[in-house]
């Protein structure tokens, strides 16, 4: 069982329009949030991080986190073809799971002009 | 401030040789975190190092080994390699737990 899940890809969205990535996680010990985008044949970005119930805001990103739901979500507005990329959300347990990220499989997101 | 680099950014090994991989993380950071990336099975964690002691593994074999020095920067080694342990390794700084991580440019295994 995966303990983190994107939402099935891929994603097609027209330029201008809001792209809505999802994410759950199974562990309700997990603490912190991460998003990342990815683009073909380079390292993954940070381009979120999100450890609070409600929303979070930077530019064009919007992060949301639902603990009591075990869900996490991004949503990119007035999304440009550059935006196009693979984008990997992450989760980090609390304890003794140092520097551990656990990662979904991730979601391809094409932006067509 | 400069980002985290690796070194090589490309490998070619043969099965059985043995590679060491080096990460040098953002100054200011002591938490390194290890990362293999494949098609199949995604980013999986290897393991986590902090003030040179190591605080967390993952599931891999004791053939990936890893260490961190006392200016924060990392290696880690594989060795006997497989033909699956092809891969881009990643690695990861932090100033700490539940901190953000930022990853590095990566070094991609090749194993012929």
């Known amino acids: 069982q995966k303990e983190v899940e994107q939402n099935s890809g891929p994603l097609s969205v027209p330029e201008g329009a809001i792209a809505s990535l999802n994410c759950t996680y199974s562990d309700r010990g997990s603490q912190s949030f991460f998003w990342y985008r990815q683009y073909s044949g380079k390292s993954p970005e940070l381009i979120m991080f999100i450890y609070s119930n409600g929303d979070k805001e930077d530019g064009r990103f919007t992060a949301q986190l639902n603990k009591a739901s075990q869900y996490v979500s991004l949503l990119i507005r007035d999304s440009q073809p550059s935006d196009s990329a693979t984008y990997l959300c992450a989760a980090e347990a609390g304890g003794t799971s140092y520097g551990k990220l656990t990662f979904g499989q991730g979601t391809i997101l094409t932006v067509h002009p | 401030k400069a980002g985290v680099t690796q070194t090589p950014r490309y490998l070619i090994k043969t099965r059985g040789q043995q590679v060491t991989l080096s990460c040098s993380p953002i100054?200011?950071?002591?938490?390194v975190s290890w990362y293999q990336q494949t098609p199949g099975q995604g980013l999986q964690f290897l393991f986590e190092?902090?003030?040179?002691?190591?605080?967390n593994k993952g599931n891999f074999p004791g053939r990936f080994s890893g260490r961190q020095f006392s200016n924060s920067r990392s290696e880690m080694n594989v060795s006997t390699l497989e033909l699956g342990d092809s891969a881009l390794y990643l690695c990861a700084s932090s100033s700490g737990w539940g901190q953000e991580q930022f990853f590095g440019p990566g070094t991609r295994l090749t194993v012929l």
């Open positions: 190092y902090f003030s040179e002691t190591q605080r």
């Open positions: 100054s200011g950071h002591r938490s």
